[in-house]
């Protein structure tokens, strides 16, 4: 009885430990203000809605305190996704992004670089049609004013920036010289990673092949990246990847 009591004892304490890790490790996270910049709701139209939620469950299970954004502009173009064809509805990013962030989420001309300790960006074709036109002038693409800012103001202040999908192409048009990666080039799993880094290399910069469950660090730049949907891979895959990009950007915030 008295090696059974000392065994479960033994074990309490471990346990009780392990709590103590575990609540000083959240409690360090909690400090980490997060911004995530949202372009809409919706795959072809807006943000990728699986990687927006993939970004927020990574980001929750780090402890971070996080805050929404996106520009208060109209959407290119509206997509009915249904149909996957353009239709003649006008709708705005902002109240677009606003589904996916539960009606929580600012206008990103309020978002305050000082306030934050990282920001993210998740994709969705949003992000080279409404933060940028990529969608359709490619490396000649103009970065909307606010998202530039944004992208340059957390640059400045030497914060960790995180992007996952298309968007990289953003911070590669912003940064010449950084390093990101949309993927495996000349691999059919990734069916536009090889011509999406032509097009960024030949802006100066560097692109990285990582596969969909890894993530890439430019040090220099504090750029984490990773592919996302820009694979054609399972949903965990997916999810992983975009946890690898997460903590990635945690552990530098």
């Known amino acids: 009885m008295l090696t059974l009591l000392h065994h479960c004892g033994r074990n309490l304490l471990t346990q009780r430990a392990v709590q103590s890790v575990n609540k000083s490790y959240y409690s360090s996270q909690m400090a980490k203000r997060v911004a995530v910049v949202l372009a809409g709701c919706g795959v072809y139209d807006g943000s990728e809605i699986h990687e927006v939620s993939a970004v927020l469950v990574h980001l929750s299970r780090g402890g971070a305190n996080v805050h929404m ?4 502009i109209d959407q290119m173009h509206v997509v009915d996704h249904l149909k996957g064809e353009p239709s003649q509805e006008k709708r705005n990013v902002l ?18 670089v000082k306030d934050h300790d990282a920001v993210i960006f998740p994709g969705g074709f949003g992000a080279a ?3 940028c036109t990529w969608a359709v002038q490619g490396k000649d693409c103009d970065v909307n004013d606010e998202v530039k800012a944004t992208l340059e103001a957390f640059h400045s202040d030497g914060k960790p ?14 940064f010449p010289g950084c390093e990101v990666t949309v993927g495996l080039e000349k691999d059919d799993k990734y069916p536009d990673t090889t011509g999406t880094a032509e097009a960024i290399n030949q802006l100066g910069c560097r692109h990285v092949s990582k596969n969909v469950g890894e993530s890439h660090l430019d040090e220099k730049n504090k750029l984490v990246t990773t592919c996302a949907f820009m694979c054609n891979a399972p949903m965990h895959e997916i999810f992983d990847g975009i946890g690898s990009m997460v903590q990635g950007v945690l552990k530098l915030a």
């Open 129 to 131: 049609k409404n933060l």
């Open 161 to 174: 920036i995180g992007l996952c999908c298309i968007s990289p192409v953003i911070a590669a048009k912003v």
């Open 69 to 72: 954004f996106a520009p208060n």
């Open 95 to 112: 109240v677009e992004s606003a589904r996916l962030a539960r009606g929580n989420i600012q206008d990103l001309s309020k978002l305050n």
